[in-house]
């Protein structure tokens, strides 16, 4: 496996593997890593689709890019993915995926033409007392202390940020400056979360800085994702004959090793209660899901509160048991042993009746029911003791949702504090006591609130004990590589292995660990596209530095007598050369 850059490989087809025919593939899980190294398996591989075989351990595939209607409860969300142009490992499987709405278009096609059409944008990206617009003004307010923290976090290396909170890396400086209200709120950082996850979300990521004002620098599917992403490629796997095998919990994969070889031998699972095996050869490819931030998930409804699963079941305990067979499989406890550090909830509000939606238009200033963007991603409610974001992606979220309907999705990343409210944590509430929080944030009158959360809206809360595990501190080793050393059939895929560069959290993340995995399995000869450079790109760091500062330019900036005499030395040296022009193109000068 190897990374490449620019169209000439990302276009073209690879050779059929050597004894491909004579292989199979195992998946464990049907997340979207799983799907993806199937399509892979199925696309550049070049794998026939019957000897593709995914284990899943619910009823549905999926895993946490979802959205679906419950027939007792209504619509479920419980997160959204947020995309953009350089999930390049995304767009390369998604320009393969047939669509299942308009024949002879790809899923890309769509996504693409969908945003030109509808670009996101955000009109009101935080508020304050009760719905009134908190006028951050797309200001970042870092002051030259926070920005010096930034920045030396930027360059710190790697190795020096292992177990390290990002309480240890910025001080209230950064905390308390709208630029840490945009990003935690954006992402879901808390203070005691990964510091090396924070660097390299900034160094991913900086090319978008400034887009996370308005959230510009975001795209998103036309329906939830269940339905735009996971069922085109379920679809298109079940077409060419993958077999999906349903309520199947994988507890074990059992590895013969040897002085530095590895082989997966056999794996241990159980469906309907009985526990089963299958005996594996070294043509015999396993990909397995270590680990899950939805894991455990548990749903309430308008009238409880969900249940707090903290148990180590499931993937987690699959991961367990395949790291005790040897240190380079991984340090699942740093991940799914803390959950009161890794847990938020969210929630899903339909509105029933024309009563609620004029609160929502009067905030985002614009038709929820246009079919068009409506928030532009996030809306922070600042003075939330939640720290309440909600948003409304275009409407119908659904696909059988009713047209006067609409779903909002709700989150509070604070979810352990008391409401403003609704005198409670967020963990206890029921759906009508979050609905009426809601209310009462977006302005509805206390005479009103009960009514209308109790008659005018349904609310489904999600309770994710491990939704965040994927950020706690680590260092090296603690998640497996995609192919371990001296791996001969097995490879791990998913948000909880390890791959160079990339960050966690996002759909490109998942899918760049299939492909890696498939490539590196099979021996493919193509590129696979590194991780975008804007972390390299002068023109991206002068650009982002002056967006930082707020538009204020860093020439202009006062310096001591004798900086300000060197400035002036080098302004005249770089007077008329290309340099020159660069530098007041970015507005450095």
């Known amino acids: 496996m190897y990374y490449s850059n620019g169209n000439y490989e990302a276009f073209a087809r690879p050779l059929k593997p050597v004894d491909v025919d004579k292989k199979s593939a195992y998946l464990v899980g049907a997340g979207l890593a799983s799907l993806a190294a199937a399509c892979f398996l199925i696309r550049d591989g070049q794998m026939k689709g019957e000897n593709i075989y995914i284990l899943e351990e619910l009823s549905i595939s999926g895993g946490a890019c979802d959205g679906i209607k419950n027939s007792e409860k209504g619509f479920i969300i419980r997160g959204g993915r947020e995309m953009e142009n350089h999930f390049e490992c995304l767009w390369d499987l998604f320009r393969s995926i047939p669509s299942i709405e308009t024949e002879n278009v790809s899923v890309l096609d769509e996504y693409y033409w969908l945003n030109k059409k509808d670009p996101n944008y955000s009109l009101i990206r935080a508020t304050v007392n009760r719905g009134k617009d908190a006028h951050t003004n797309g200001k970042f307010g870092l002051s030259k202390k926070a920005s010096k923290e930034l920045v030396k976090l930027f360059m710190t290396r790697n190795e020096d940020l292992y177990d390290k909170k990002i309480s240890d890396v910025f001080s209230k400086e950064v905390i308390n400056s709208n630029f840490w209200l945009y990003w935690r709120t954006m992402f879901a950082f808390r203070d005691w979360h990964s510091a090396l996850e924070m660097k390299l979300y900034l160094q991913r990521f900086i090319h978008h800085i400034g887009g996370l004002p308005d959230l510009s620098a975001l795209k998103f599917t036309k329906y939830n994702q269940y339905e735009s992403l996971i069922l085109p490629m379920v679809k298109y796997l079940k077409s060419h004959g993958v077999k999906f095998q349903y ?159 609409l779903v909002v999705w709700v989150y509070g990343l604070f979810s352990e504090t008391l409401g403003n409210y609704i005198k409670k944590p967020l963990r206890q509430c029921t759906g009508l006591e979050i609905t009426e929080e809601w209310l009462y944030h977006i302005g509805v009158p206390e005479s009103e609130i009960h009514n209308l959360a109790s008659n005018s809206a349904r609310c489904i809360p999600c309770m994710m004990p491990y939704v965040t595990a994927f950020f706690m501190p680590r260092r090296e080793g603690d998640r497996p590589k995609v192919v371990p050393d001296g791996s001969e059939n097995f490879a791990f895929i998913g948000q909880f292995a390890d791959t160079a560069r990339d960050t966690v959290f996002t759909t490109e993340y998942s899918v760049r660990t299939a492909m890696e995995a498939v490539y590196t399995l099979l021996d493919i000869d193509r590129g696979i596209p590194e991780v975008f450079a804007s972390c390299y790109d002068v023109r991206v760091l002068l650009d982002s530095t002056v967006k930082m500062m707020d538009g204020k330019k860093p020439m202009d900036m006062k310096l001591p007598f004798p900086l300000n005499f060197v400035k002036k030395k080098a302004l005249k040296k770089i007077s008329g050369t290309v340099i020159e022009e660069l530098l007041k193109r970015y507005n450095i000068i």
């Open 247 to 405: 309520n199947t919990v994988v507890t074990n994969v059992v590895f013969y090793i040897k002085n530095d070889k590895k082989i997966a031998e056999k794996i241990v699972y159980k469906n309907g209660g009985k526990e089963e095996c299958i005996k594996l050869t070294k043509d015999d490819l396993v990909f397995i899901t270590n680990g899950s931030c939805t894991e455990n998930s548990t749903l309430g409804d308008h009238y409880h509160a969900p249940k707090f699963n903290s148990s180590i079941s499931g993937c987690w305990e699959l991961w367990r048991n395949i790291a005790k067979q040897h240190p380079a499989f991984g340090n699942p406890d740093k991940f799914c042993t803390n959950t009161e550090q890794t847990f938020w909830e969210s929630a899903t509000i339909t509105t029933l009746d024309n009563k609620i939606p004029p609160y929502i238009e009067k905030i985002c200033k614009r038709d929820p029911f246009s079919g068009k963007v409506v928030t532009g991603g996030i809306i922070t409610i600042k003075d939330s003791n939640w720290l309440m974001s909600y948003t409304l992606n275009r409407q119908p979220h659904f696909k059988e949702q009713p047209k006067d309907q």
